[in-house]
């Protein structure tokens, strides 16, 4: 009589699986393939944006074109006429805005007076009602970060980009082996004492599901060297292979001995039930699971281990999900529709805190970064920050609550990190970021604000905002500042004064930002005001922004940071290195989240990145400094 087998353990599902996972290696490797055939792959490390998306200044609105400077004086009182070709031309919604016009007046706010004649009341103002450039997508900014599984909105992201072809993981080939004397796959052999094989076609309807490629060999006889023939054929055309029966402890299931045999058997028996004969092995470094042959027991244990095997290899989603959160910020709606709002999710202190992304119909990017999507019901005027709302979720809740939320002032590495933790961030500005951490509406806020008293960096500021709460400065990165001109500086713009002729046209950052702090603060030690600077409020919320408008000669000028103007070409006028700072409550310092972050801007491969990138200085990074006392 064969010998029996016995159970090796009867071990916890958690402790099986996470044992099983440290004896395996991820075996995918990379392909690339057209952008088009990446739905539903998963990305094989970042993807970053080639071209920008507007590429050029175009109208967002349907109505005419016109140069606003033209249109100064126009009233009720004092209407002004103007004529076709020669001070406006028609444009619709996403046309390019002609040459020598910087503005762009609603068709509603046009009054026709005669055939190439029309009479407006109100006067433009520069880059009304136009798009301008990289204002969805800027070109080197990241798309999509590594382990991303491309859905259906990513795709328009990529094709906007510029990006054709991507690299993705190689799809997952498995093989699914079921066993035993008694099983028949074709209806017509189930005579007596036979049974059909289901479990097989529910397993690769599942593994399909998961985007594997799938091989459903013949049942394999209960005997062992057909058995070991089977198995080692299945592991030679697939990087994984599923047995289904012959797992427990009958005188007929061979196949824990025969992976014992041939390679290595991890885990025998687990506790769960049903699915307590599983069998985790690993057989030339590949995997080889047995399920029971039960079909309730194989597809619980699919579900249990294979299902997150598979996953940590190469990302799965999750069922779409409701989820409550507190929002971070006032959303405003229309009384005439029903809104959906795309939203970044992210848990601060034991309550989850949702935060409105960009609205834009032409916002291709707020549907990648959106976590879910929250709904203002019709005639609704809004809904107040602070409010508890539902949102549907997009993404796996597990995933989002291991993400650090920050809050506050731009960076590109910010995308650097992004890619190698899990991390959600807003771009408000170095006071916007401030005031989300008075809220605790994040964990970490970006900052670079300078005391006009000292020119130090920072701490004042946090001293004044938290008087009575002890906070932690982790100190980044020192980044170096200056004005972005076109290549050649053909308008020759080397000072600050340079920003106050009048045929300059300036692009600012907004209100809240420490670089228009510091711009602020350079012009006042010049006795120089906004009101003096054509463009000082134009407003846009990232540096790199700033200088794609520079050299898409939408701006002459723009003062950021060194490492945009390098990724486009820009000439750049060095004004000074500042102190880009990251404030956290000192009590959030041993948070895991905030921990990794530490971690990873201090190690080699952050400052690697950092240098090669140019213009930062890392000599203090992931330093400490605290600020304040704690109080009862």
């Avoid at 045999?261 to 057989?283: N, R």
């Avoid at 529709?337 to 601060?348: A, D, I, K, S």
């Amino acid at each position: 009589m064969a010998q029996r087998n016995v159970y090796i353990s009867n071990m916890p599902l958690d402790e099986a699986l996470k044992k099983y996972r440290e004896h395996l290696e991820n075996p995918l490797q990379s392909e690339s393939v057209p952008v088009k055939s990446t739905l539903h792959r998963i990305t094989f490390g970042p993807v970053f944006a080639h071209r920008s998306s507007p590429s050029d200044p175009c109208s967002a609105m349907d109505g005419i074109a016109v140069l606003s400077e033209r249109t100064q004086g126009a009233n009720e009182k004092n209407p002004m006429q103007l004529k076709e070709h020669e001070d406006f031309e028609y444009v619709n919604t996403g046309n390019l805005l002609p040459e020598n016009k910087d503005s762009v007046i609603m068709i509603e706010d046009v009054k026709p007076v005669s055939e190439g004649v029309i009479e407006i009341v109100e006067a433009a103002y520069s880059w009304q009602h136009v798009r301008q450039v990289g204002e969805d997508i800027i070109v080197g900014e990241m798309l999509l970060p590594s382990f991303h599984k491309v859905r259906p909105m990513d795709l328009g992201a990529l094709i906007s980009g510029g990006v054709s072809s991507v690299d993705v993981f190689e799809k997952l080939k498995v093989g699914i082996l079921p066993t035993g004397n008694e099983i028949v796959q074709d209806l017509d052999a189930l005579t007596r004492g036979k049974i059909i094989d289901s479990n097989s076609s529910v397993i690769e309807g599942l593994l399909t599901e998961m985007g594997c490629l799938t091989k459903v060999y013949s049942p394999c006889h209960d005997d062992p060297n057909a058995l070991k023939e089977a198995i080692e054929r299945g592991l030679g055309e697939n990087h994984m292979l599923i047995t289904i029966a012959g797992s427990s402890a009958g005188e007929k299931d061979y196949t824990v001995s025969t992976i014992e045999a041939l390679g290595e058997v991890v885990v025998h028996g687990v506790a769960i039930k049903p699915g307590k004969p599983t069998i985790l092995g690993k057989i030339k470094g590949k995997s080889v699971v047995g399920l029971p042959g039960y079909p309730v027991s194989a597809f619980f244990a699919f579900e249990a281990f294979v299902k997150p095997l598979i996953e940590s290899w190469h990302g799965q989603m999750d069922e779409m999900s409701i989820h409550e959160g507190v929002l971070t910020q006032r959303v405003v709606s229309s009384l005439k529709h029903e809104e959906l709002v795309r939203v970044t999710l992210g848990e601060v202190n034991g309550k989850w805190v949702v935060t409105p992304l960009n609205r834009g119909a032409g916002t291709t990017m707020s549907l990648v970064k959106a976590d879910g999507v929250l709904t203002i019901p019709r005639l609704s005027e809004g809904i107040e920050r602070g409010e508890s709302v539902e949102v549907k979720l997009l993404k796996p809740l597990h995933t989002l609550s291991e993400r650090l939320v920050v809050i506050g002032s731009h960076d590109l590495l910010l995308d650097i990190v992004a890619d190698r933790m899990p991390m959600t961030s807003t771009h408000v500005g170095s006071l916007g970021g401030v005031m989300a951490l008075i809220k605790d509406e994040c964990h970490m806020a970006p900052i670079h604000l300078i005391d006009e008293k000292t020119g130090i960096y920072n701490i004042s500021t946090v001293q004044r905002f938290f008087p009575n709460r002890k906070m932690a400065l982790i100190k980044g990165v020192k980044r170096l500042q200056g004005l972005m001109v076109r290549k050649g500086n053909p308008k020759g713009i080397y000072t600050f004064q340079d920003l106050a002729r009048k045929e300059i046209e300036f692009i600012n950052r907004q209100k809240g930002a420490g670089t228009r702090q510091l711009l602020d603060y350079e012009l006042s030690k010049l006795g120089i005001s906004g009101g003096d600077i054509n463009g000082y409020h134009r407003e846009v919320v990232t540096h790199m922004a700033v200088a794609v408008a520079v050299a898409s000669e939408g701006a002459d000028a723009g003062l950021g940071v060194y490492s945009a103007a390098n990724s486009m070409g820009l000439d750049f006028i060095e004004v000074g290195y500042e102190s880009y700072d990251f404030l956290v409550p000192y009590a959030l310092l041993e948070d895991f989240r905030v921990q990794r972050f530490i971690d990873l801007i201090k190690s080699p491969y952050f400052k690697t990145q950092m240098t090669e990138i140019g213009g930062y200085a890392l000599e203090e990074t992931g330093d400490i400094i605290e600020i304040g006392e704690t109080y009862d």
